[in-house]
């Protein structure tokens, strides 16, 4: 007698049961529930593959389960008749195979999603040509200057543009051309397209004190572009199919890439990545690094105040502003020789750069030849 496993194929359930070899059958005896006789001839057995395991045996959908070591060999002996009826090496072998083969499709299925997919676009977006990088930057580029209106007050833009010279200069060599556009809209904002195509709100151009501050600001921003962060994130969110149409030359899919470009996130890696090689490339350039951490305690305040909203906000999409700017002090303690005594743009007053693009009554731009001219109120009860 063995102690065992029954299960009637019907439910889950096990039933704990003794079974008895016969000589023509396999008596199995339920605990109060009568006996039930397995005739060796229609039992199917299949041997333990290692010490430990039970013996399974099945007829029709019932099975049953032998823990016991020695009952394979007393099975065997009372049933040669019923041999063949053994799951045989070669038989097990291909059971084997088959298993094999499902468990390696499963996995595979599994890990072209959580992993072969995310590598695949690390790789493309690593390998992509910059010119390519390029013309997906200026597709977004050109989606945000049909949706808002493009600030071509010469007074912010020439000076944004040399702020941006001179971080170039000093990130060189690299393949891109940065290109920055203002748009004018209140929102705190800034964003990097990929292949050097920087977005700044004018809202957050308003928000800086000095040119230092939108260095900082625009010396991350092209970190994510020299980075390829912006590239890596859109092919890490758009789907494999837009992906395929993309790499094979397809455009259609500009549309959609812009709107997961609008929605999308930065990990906070990148972000902390960005900072630091933000930091690095102003010291670089030569300029005070202390502009970036005075930005973002301007930012501080604004999130307090809650002004912060909407979409790749520059903060709301960033790591923890108390901790930036903590991370920023220390790396600027840590190199004080690199950082800079000369100033940007001595020659400016830098409030009147920094409002130049904000809306103005009638929509009008500030007049560059009297860039002191009182500036009205960026909104009017005819602009609400
Ligand atoms: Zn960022």
């Known amino acids: 007698m063995w102690q065992a496993q029954y299960y009637n194929g019907l439910t889950a359930a096990r039933l704990d049961v003794m079974v008895k070899l016969r000589p023509d059958s396999l008596q199995i005896i339920k605990k109060d529930q009568g006996v039930v006789n397995w005739p060796l001839g229609e039992i199917t057995a299949h041997a333990a593959h290692h010490a430990g395991e039970a013996m399974r045996l099945e007829r029709g959908r019932e099975k ?3 823990p016991s070591p020695d009952f394979p060999a007393a099975f065997k002996a009372a049933s040669p008749a019923h041999a063949s009826k053994f799951g045989t090496p070669k038989t097990r072998k291909k ?58 007050n010469p007074l912010a833009v020439d000076r944004v543009n040399a702020i ?45 004190e000095r040119p230092e501050e939108l260095a900082g600001v625009l010396a991350h921003e092209m970190q994510h572009v020299l980075k390829r962060h912006a590239t890596r994130s859109i092919f890490h969110n758009i789907s494999t199919y837009m992906l395929v149409t993309l790499l094979t030359g397809g455009s259609s899919s500009a549309g959609g890439i812009v709107n997961t470009f609008t ?34 305690k301007t930012m501080e305040k604004e999130e307090k105040h809650k002004n ?3 979409i790749l906000s520059y903060v709301s999409t960033h790591p923890e502003t108390a901790e930036r700017i903590q991370r920023l002090n220390a ?10 005594t000369k100033f ?38 005819e602009h609400e």
């Open 95 to 152: 059971n084997l195979i088959y298993a094999g083969a499902i468990t390696a499709l499963a996995g595979l299925l599994v890990s072209l999603y959580l992993w072969i997919i995310p590598f695949a676009a690390d790789y493309a977006a690593a390998i992509v040509p910059p010119a390519w990088e390029a013309r997906l930057g200026s597709s977004i580029a050109d989606d945000f200057s049909e949706r808002f209106q493009v600030c071509e």
């Open 164 to 208: 941006v010279s001179s971080l170039d200069a000093a990130a060189q060599p690299h393949p891109y051309k940065f290109k920055v556009s203002i748009i004018k809209f209140p929102m705190v904002n800034a964003l990097a397209a990929p292949g050097g195509y920087i977005i700044v709100f004018s809202g957050l151009l308003e928000k800086t």
């Open 331 to 340: 790396a600027i303690a840590a190199h004080p020789s690199a950082t800079a």
């Open 344 to 381: 940007l743009l001595p020659d400016m007053k830098w409030k009147d750069v920094a409002t130049a693009c904000s809306e103005v009554k009638g929509d009008k731009p500030v007049d560059n030849e009297m860039p002191n001219a009182p500036v009205e109120p960026e909104k009017t009860p």
């Open 64 to 66: 049953l389960n032998v």
């Open 308 to 310: 912060i909203s909407g």
């Open 263 to 296: 929605s999308m996130r930065y990990s906070q890696a990148n972000e902390t990545e960005a900072d630091d090689a933000g930091l690095g490339l102003l010291q670089k350039a030569a300029i005070d690094p202390s502009g970036m951490v005075d930005f973002f």
